[in-house]
Every structure is written in structure tokens, then in C-alpha cells.
Nanobody, 119 residues
Framework: QVQLVESGGGLVQTGESLRLSCAASGTRFSTNAMGWYRQAPGKQRELVAVIAYGGTTNYEDSVKGRFTISRDNAKNTVYLQMNSLKPKDTDVYYC?????????????WGQGTQVTVSS
């Protein structure tokens, strides 16, 4: 069982930055892929960014060029640097980990951290 501990959410103004962190405990297989999803009330959870152990990344189109996902394999930690934040980025952000990018949705999830961007 993988445990994911998130940190770094908060309230910022439009154009500001935040950095989310997520520390994972678990085997190399169970955390081969790590990433972030977000969810607004009443909406489906959507992909933000994912990264494989070797560094391959995938981003949702609306965050490309503004968000950067990275990981420290030695610490089993994934980061999401969010720049030029917009009000539409306001959501609960969830860390996730799984055996592969393709199946990460079926892996483990964190408790979520709120990101609020005021206009």
C-alpha cells in the first residue's frame, strides 16, 4: 500500500506561483509513475501532469508552459511547480502514484490539497 502525503497548496493571486509536493512510501514498482490530478466540485477528476521514473512527462493542454512536474527518485517525491496561476486553476489537487502512466488512475491517491487563485 502506497501512502502519499501532499503539501504546498494555498491561496494566491492571479499570476503568482505555488509549488506542490508529494512524498510517497512504497515500492519502486508501485511508484514508477507519479503525478497530479485536480477536481472541482461536481466535476470529474482530470489529469494535470504525470511523470515516469525515467522522466517522461505528460501535461494537460491548459497547463503546458505554466506548470512543470518533476521528481526526486531518491526521496520518492514528486513536485508540481505552478506558475502564472489563473482563477480557473482553482481546484483540489490530488497526488497519485502507480505502476505506469497509462494505469496511474488505478493506483494510490493522496488526500488532496486545495489551490485557490483569486482574481
Amino acid at each position: 500500500q502506497v501512502q502519499l502525503v501532499e503539501s504546498g497548496g494555498g491561496l494566491v493571486q492571479t499570476g503568482e506561483s505555488l509549488r506542490l509536493s508529494c512524498a510517497a512510501s512504497g515500492t519502486r514498482f508501485s511508484t514508477n509513475a507519479m503525478g497530479w490530478y485536480r477536481q472541482a466540485p461536481g466535476k470529474q477528476r482530470e489529469l494535470v501532469a504525470v511523470i515516469a521514473y525515467g522522466g517522461t512527462t505528460n501535461y494537460e493542454d491548459s497547463v503546458k508552459g505554466r506548470f512543470t512536474i518533476s521528481r526526486d527518485n531518491a526521496k520518492n517525491t514528486v513536485y508540481l511547480q505552478m506558475n502564472s496561476l489563473k482563477p480557473k486553476d482553482t481546484d483540489v489537487y490530488y497526488c497519485t502514484a502507480g505502476p505506469s502512466i497509462a494505469t496511474i488512475q488505478f493506483g494510490s491517491w493522496g488526500q488532496g490539497t486545495q489551490v485557490t487563485v483569486s482574481s
